[in-house]
T-cell receptor, first 115, second 112 residues
Framework: AQSVSQHNHHVILSEAASLELGCNYSYGGTVNLFWYVQYPGQHLQLLLKYFSGDPLVKGIKGFEAEFIKSKFSFNLRKPSVQWSDTAEYFCAVRGGTGGGNKLTFGTGTQLKVEL | DSGVTQTPKHLITATGQRVTLRCSPRSGDLSVYWYQQSLDQGLQFLIQYYNGEERAKGNILERFSAQQFPDLHSELNLSSLELGDSALYFC???????????FGPGTRLTVL
């Protein structure tokens, strides 16, 4: 079965610092990759997605992610975070061995941005 | 607002009871997904329906069941509730079986 690892569980940054959140998935053939964000008290929202093509994907709110097939990774980046980026971030994978159409989520990374 | 609605927002019940969670997908979406988010298990896929038919099954317990009605809303039934069933239950919808999933606000279930 597909599995997703997010290595950073809690991250604290100051405003304007750069962000990189790691995400690795288990091998399973063709996969679609997603990053979702959950602001406090709100629903999950899609930040960006990768299906195919350019491995550097740009999403909303200045976020981007790079798909590195050889490393089974899909790391999320933002050059300069803002206080409003405080939220929980989830990496998700669709497809791969036994995956079907369901999303398999990582455990999430809680990001706190301090002023 | 994603366009996906879930009721109720909060539910508090006792062990052994049965509850029903409701989800209305975005207008035009035919596929509905249910996910469970708990502290120890994280976000886990439970089940997917497409146009009334079960499409995929995940780690859904036998005590849990779901259905999608002709008007495309879906219900998740949880029975013989245990303390460990306390979690946030999310519904998501998509246009097709492979489209982008839009998530609802969730139902927080507390089993006492």
């Amino acid at each position: 079965a597909q599995s997703v690892s997010q290595h950073n569980h809690h991250v604290i940054l100051s405003e304007a610092a750069s962000l990189e959140l790691g995400c690795n998935y288990s091998y399973g053939g063709t996969v679609n990759l997603f990053w979702y964000v959950q602001y406090p008290g709100q629903h999950l929202q899609l930040l960006l997605k990768y299906f195919s093509g350019d491995p550097l994907v740009k999403g909303i709110k200045g976020f981007e992610a790079e798909f590195i097939k050889s490393k089974f990774s899909f790391n999320l980046r933002k050059p300069s975070v803002q206080w409003s980026d405080t939220a929980e971030y989830f990496c998700a994978v669709r497809g791969g061995t036994g995956g079907g159409n369901k999303l398999t989520f990582g455990t999430g990374t809680q990001l706190k941005v301090e002023l | 607002d994603s366009g996906v609605t879930q009721t109720p927002k909060h539910l508090i019940t006792a062990t052994g009871q049965r509850v029903t969670l409701r989800c209305s997908p975005r207008s035009g979406d035919l596929s509905v997904y249910w996910y469970q988010q708990s502290l120890d298990q994280g976000l886990q896929f439970l089940i997917q329906y497409y146009n009334g038919e079960e499409r995929a099954k995940g780690n859904i317990l036998e005590r849990f069941s779901a259905q999608q009605f002709p008007d495309l809303h879906s219900e998740l039934n949880l029975s013989s509730l245990e303390l460990g069933d306390s979690a946030l239950y999310f519904c998501a919808s998509s246009v097709s079986t492979v489209g982008e999933q839009f998530f609802g606000p969730g139902t927080r279930l507390t089993v006492l």
